[in-house]
C-alpha cells in the first residue's frame, strides 16, 4: 500500500483543515488506518484511528470533539477533519496503514510522506 497525504496548509487559530490520504493497491479496504502527527522537536503521536469498514474510530483525548476520522473505501482515501484549530495542533501529520486496530506506531506497517499543518495564534 503506497498513502499520499495532502490537505495541509497556514490557518488561523478556530479555523479548519481537510486531510485527505489517498491509497493505491487493491488492499486498502482491508486495513485500518490512522493519522499521528510530528510537531518541531517532539516524538510522533497518534491522532486518530479508524476501523477498515469505518465501525470505529479512536482519538487522542486533546482532538476529541474538534477532529473527525472518516474513509471511502471506493475512492481509497482517508479523511481527517479538522475543526477549532489551536496553535498546539501545528504539526506535519502522516496517515498510515496497519492490519491491527492500534494507537501505537509500531503496529503502522504503511507510511505516508506526511503534510504540514500550521495554525497561527
Known amino acids: 500500500v503506497q498513502l499520499q497525504a495532502s490537505g495541509g496548509g497556514l490557518v488561523q487559530a478556530g479555523g479548519s483543515l481537510r486531510l485527505a490520504c489517498a491509497a493505491s493497491g487493491r488492499t486498502f479496504s482491508s486495513y485500518n488506518m490512522g493519522w499521528f502527527r510530528q510537531a518541531p522537536g517532539k516524538e510522533r503521536e497518534f491522532v486518530a484511528a479508524i476501523g477498515w469498514n469505518g465501525d470505529r474510530t479512536l482519538y487522542r483525548d486533546s482532538v476529541k470533539g474538534r477532529f473527525t476520522i472518516s474513509r471511502d473505501n471506493a475512492k481509497r482515501t482517508v479523511f481527517l477533519q479538522m475543526n477549532s484549530l489551536k496553535p498546539e495542533d501545528t504539526a506535519v501529520y502522516y496517515c498510515?496503514?496497519?492490519?491491527?486496530?492500534?494507537?501505537?506506531?509500531?503496529?503502522?506497517?504503511?507510511w505516508g510522506q506526511g503534510t504540514q499543518v500550521t495554525v497561527s495564534s
Open positions: 498510515a496503514a496497519a492490519k491491527g486496530f492500534t494507537v501505537f506506531r509500531a503496529g503502522y506497517d504503511y
